[in-house]
């Protein structure tokens, strides 16, 4: 149980084009989804949080009009990068919460390459 | 700022050895506490979680808690290679928000 599933896994887009990165959670119901960043080596970075049917809660210094958050139904996110550039090449990576005592499952992630 | 901290290794332990994580976080009101694994390029999975003071024992982990101290544990038994990894403390917060903060992550290295 607590599958989360991420897609696409991998893309690559030019510079200047938008992407969209969708997180479903396949066996339960997440009230809440999270989007996380992740460079080489570097630790987690938690983008914005988002709950079904509202607005996204973004992180300080996070651009919510460049990283676009839509939190449709209780097993879907997406996560729209908006004129994309090399700098936000990284992984991404989703998880969602059944929203009981805060554990969260996280999708495989999707590796982004602005070129 | 609520915070979590661990220290980022690497941490070297023999294969067959009980390799020791520890955790500490500020937030005094925090009631969920997780352990995460997370293998070089892949995104994180869930291992342990605990919510009460003592030990908790899944196979060859066990989580232990003080909540006194502020502190938690990871303990894993017969360290194999395949324990290599990074292993990341979180913690939920508490308040309303349930918002989940972790640590910068453990470099285990299992040495054959």
């Known amino acids: 149980g607590a599958v989360v599933s991420q897609h696409p896994s991998w893309v690559i887009c030019k510079s200047g084009t938008s992407v969209k990165i969708e997180c479903r959670s396949l066996?339960?119901?997440?009230?809440?989804m999270f989007w996380y960043r992740q460079f080489p080596k570097q630790s987690l970075m938690l983008m914005a949080t988002?709950?079904?049917?509202?607005?996204?809660?973004?992180e300080q210094g996070v651009e919510k009009d460049k990283f676009l958050i839509n939190h449709a139904s209780l097993t879907l996110s997406t996560l729209t990068v908006t004129s994309a550039h090399p700098e936000d090449s990284s992984f991404y990576i989703c998880s969602a919460s059944p929203g009981l005592v805060g554990e969260q499952y996280f999708g495989p992630g999707t590796r982004l390459t602005v070129t | 700022q609520k915070e979590v901290e661990q220290n980022s290794g690497p941490l070297s332990v023999p294969e067959g050895a009980i390799a020791s994580l520890n955790c500490t976080y500020s937030d005094r009101g925090s009631q969920s506490f997780f352990w995460y694994r997370q293998y070089s390029g892949k995104s994180p999975e869930l291992i342990m979680s605990i919510y009460s003071n003592g030990d908790k024992e899944d196979g060859r982990f066990t989580a232990q808690l003080n909540k006194a101290s502020q502190y938690v544990s990871l303990l894993i038994r017969d360290s194999q290679p395949s324990d290599s990894a990074t292993y990341l403390c979180a913690v939920r917060n508490s308040g309303g928000y349930q918002k989940v903060t972790f640590g910068i992550g453990t470099k285990l290295q299992v040495i054959p």
């Open positions: 066996d339960f119901q997440a009230t809440t």
């Open positions: 988002s709950n079904e049917g509202s607005k996204a809660t973004y």
